[in-house]
């Protein structure tokens, strides 16, 4: 049994450009992956300044690429994040969702995700008031699939720590008040779960009264510590067994979009082996796919050093000699590692916080 695999471009810090996005789904798409959701969080007309249009040349853009996902085979999402509108769902923001979802219908969108992830709730009715939000959108949406990201999408109490202790029984409310159709997104045991499993995912669906959509945290590398490394392994503690219990699976990419096909292949690979799957060599035949054999051979030399030391840990010899090393390579995904070797890819605190 298999469960659709999408991209959810849900990360902090630098965007990618729509080569980059074009070029992953073209990779991706012979192995499954069946949507795309685009959210990244620069984004300040998802998020920030949501009240505001995209700039014409923007959403235009947007219509290109939702066209370009559904010639590949994909269906194509925009993420939503009203900054806290559920802190006050007034007249004044009723009329500008209205116009955003109407921007939204024109751009072309087959599933709309209104994310409430990370922001701070002052109200202890959170869980009515999204319900209410998600239901009023509905009416006014033209798009097929309606999914929402909760305020606490996973037991993680780091989530209580930094944006207030989440209300009783949170997730029970939001279950039973939402209509049945509309999906719901979930990280797992933690925001970046380490495994995620058949009885976790089983427990969450009870909770929620629905199959819920994977928000995998694997192999995003946003954020100021994890910047540091290159999330390049193939994917563990993902059981096949997984799929019984979930109405999709979606991967918030790495900072790299060429190297984040390569353990994006291998999750497509772990759900079509099943217990067959080992993820070393999973990753040497994605890497060898992406990258050929000898740029392949190279990464998996430096995986420790790549993924494990990080750049903290990287002696400035070290460094140099992995510049010489990744320069002969006339490749983007030697041009990715080049770029995050010298920095271009640090996400600070302060990116965080403001985007």
């Excluded at 990244?40 to 505001?52: G, H, I, N």
């Excluded at 499993?197 to 510590?225: A, M």
């Excluded at 994890?226 to 109405?247: I, V, W």
Aim: proline share 6%; hydrophobic share 40%.
């Amino acid at each position: 049994m298999s469960t659709t695999l999408g991209i959810i471009e849900g990360f902090y810090g630098p965007v990618w450009n729509w080569q980059e996005r074009q070029q992953l789904v073209r990779t991706l798409a012979p192995h499954g992956y069946g949507f795309y959701l685009y959210a990244p969080k620069a984004d300040v007309f998802l998020r920030r300044r949501w009240q505001e249009p995209h700039p014409p040349e923007m959403a235009s853009e947007l219509a290109e690429f939702g066209r370009f996902c559904r010639l590949q085979g994909l269906r194509f999402g925009i993420g939503l994040s009203p900054f806290e509108i559920f802190n006050r769902f007034d007249d004044a923001a009723r009329v500008a969702l209205a116009a955003k979802l109407e921007m939204l219908d024109r751009i072309g969108i087959d599933e709309l995700a209104i994310l409430f992830d990370d922001m701070r709730a002052e109200t202890p009715v959170l869980a009515e008031i999204q319900a209410d939000i998600m239901h009023w959108i509905r009416e006014r949406t033209q798009a097929r699939y309606l999914s929402v990201c909760p305020s606490y999408y996973s037991d993680d109490p780091v989530l209580d720590r930094v944006f207030g202790e989440r209300p009783t029984a949170y997730l029970e409310t939001l279950g039973r008040r939402l209509d049945h159709d509309i999906q719901v997104f979930w990280t797992g045991e933690e925001v970046c779960s380490r495994e995620v499993s058949p009885g976790h995912l089983k427990r969450v669906g009870e909770r929620l009264g629905r199959k819920p959509v994977l928000w995998d945290n694997y192999p995003v590398n946003d954020g100021d510590r994890m910047s540091r490394h290159l999330h390049l392994r193939g994917f563990t503690g993902r059981p096949a067994a997984n799929a019984a219990y979930l109405s999709g699976h979606g991967i918030n990419p790495a900072l790299q979009p060429t190297l984040t096909s390569i353990p994006a292949i291998t999750l497509a690979e772990s759900y079509r082996q099943g217990p067959e799957y080992q993820y070393g060599q999973a990753f040497r035949h994605a890497a060898k796919e992406v990258l050929g054999r000898e740029l392949a051979d190279q990464l998996h030399a430096d995986l420790l050093v790549l993924q494990d030391a990080g750049l903290g840990r990287i002696s400035e010899e070290k460094r140099q000699s992995l510049m010489r090393t990744y320069d002969a390579y006339d490749h983007p995904a030697a041009s990715e590692i080049l770029r995050w070797l010298v920095g271009e890819y640090q996400v600070t605190d302060e990116m965080v916080q403001t985007q």
